[in-house]
């Protein structure tokens, strides 16, 4: 009876939200809009072209074997650690590289080929997921700061809280794997290695033309979901705040910020942040009540917690793999805690110190060499972003209709 009564709540809540954000939209058409259009430049610029290359190339190395060769060498320091078989280097490796939610994907397609457990996945994906280098030093730290040197410290302080949340997640699920026999890690073997990534080549014995359509068009789906999630919740944070729910739920977030002392104007920003970590970064940065420290360590937070667009994201790929969503949900919060504290701890040696002075100016040298590296990289990738997006839709299109073809000619 309780679980029918909560069926219904549910019910009832789920219908309203919804009901309440398609009259929003008919009460805020013009902002709606704006939204949904900033939505998608991010999608359009930046999202879909970086992430592109690196999606296609992890289909390939799974199907070529490269992925099973890496888990066997990496199986001695993968297994102690996180409690993961080896082939978890290269999805923790891809998903540092590329950021979300490269990790979350890597992980349902090796759980796929099973090659790994239901806890192992579960495991795997609370820690390789985190954003891109090139999205913390370039747009965050020289786009939105205007300042590459803090780039480092919100870097080692997100991959050092990307680890910290690995060990601890390394306790997920152990009592359901007391029963189950215990794998031990096995030895550095470059042979055994080899045999194993040719066993795994040997499977696949599509051409080559086969096997790369389909890693272009199982990429390209993946990233058209991933677009209309960020469109989305632009547009959810949007009308919140159009709707003025942003002010009412920020109070919670302000006692929240008076316990670890940061100053309550930043209520709003990581709110927003809470939803679009790139909204929420650039209006942290642009907070001029907040110290610069202050900023960083609520920027850390942010990136780490990755935002409920993110989440939507990784939750709808790991369902498609049958793989729960709370553990990566709790390592969200985790991983937060942890690049802040990180952040605080290492603003002297990693900041103050390595800027040359306690003052925390930044040389000229250094600050132009920074720029000249990540800043360009970013204004580049958002230049010629949206041309290399459209090409490969159109190589999509074209892929999906002779795959259809080949469908009806078959029937």
């Known amino acids: 009876m309780k679980r029918n009564w909560g069926a219904k709540l549910k019910t009832a809540l789920l219908a309203s ?4 954000f398609a009259f929003s939209l008919i009460c805020y058409p013009k902002q709606s809009l704006q939204a949904s259009i900033r939505g998608l430049n991010i999608w359009w610029e930046v999202v879909f072209p970086s992430l592109l290359p690196f999606f296609i190339v992890s289909e390939l190395l799974i199907s070529f074997g490269v992925v099973s060769f890496l888990g066997v060498l990496l199986e001695p320091l993968m297994r102690p650690l996180f409690r993961v078989p080896g082939v978890g280097g290269f999805a923790w490796a891809m998903g540092m590289a590329s950021g979300y939610p490269s990790g979350a994907k890597l992980t349902a397609r090796l759980y796929q080929e099973k090659q790994l457990s239901t806890i192992e996945a579960e495991r795997l994906s609370s820690f390789t997921n985190s954003s891109n280098p090139l999205f913390i030093f370039g747009a965050v730290s020289a786009g939105f700061f205007n300042n590459p040197q ?6 080692a302080s997100h991959y050092l809280g990307n680890i910290a949340v690995g060990l601890v997640m390394r306790f997920h699920g152990i009592r359901k794997e007391r029963g189950q026999p215990k794998r031990r890690p096995r030895s550095f073997s470059l042979p055994y290695a080899l045999r194993t990534l040719h066993k795994t080549r040997l499977k696949n014995e599509q051409p080559l033309g086969k096997l790369l359509g389909d890693a272009v068009r199982s990429s390209v789906q993946t990233l058209l979901m991933i677009g209309g999630f960020i469109i989305l919740f632009s547009v959810v944070n949007q009308l919140l705040y159009m709707m003025h729910l942003t ?14 002392q940061l100053p309550e ?11 679009e970590i790139t909204l929420g970064s650039q209006m942290i940065s642009q907070t001029d009540e907040a110290e610069l420290l202050e900023k960083a360590v609520a920027v850390s937070f942010v990136l780490a917690f990755g935002g409920f667009s993110v989440q939507a994201q990784v939750a709808s790929i790991l ?7 709370q553990p990566f949900f709790i390592a969200r919060f985790l991983h937060g805690v942890f690049a802040a504290s990180f952040t605080y701890l290492l603003w002297e040696p990693l900041y103050l110190r390595a800027a040359g002075n306690e003052t925390g100016n930044i040389p000229v040298f250094w600050h132009a060499a920074a720029e000249s590296v990540w800043h360009e990289r970013w204004q580049w990738l958002q230049h010629y972003g949206p041309l290399a997006t459209m ?4 190589l999509y299109i074209w892929l999906a209709a002779n795959a259809s073809n080949k469908t009806r000619g078959r029937l």
């Open 150 to 155: 803090l780039g480092l410290l919100l870097a």
């Open 391 to 394: 090409l490969f839709l159109c």
């Open 319 to 325: 369902a498609e793999a049958n793989i729960r969503f």
């Open 265 to 275: 104007q930043l209520d709003i920003p990581i709110f927003s942040g809470l939803f």
């Open 17 to 20: 939200a919804v009901t309440l």
């Open 247 to 260: 002010e009412q739920l920020a109070p919670l977030l302000r006692q929240l910020l008076r316990l670890v």
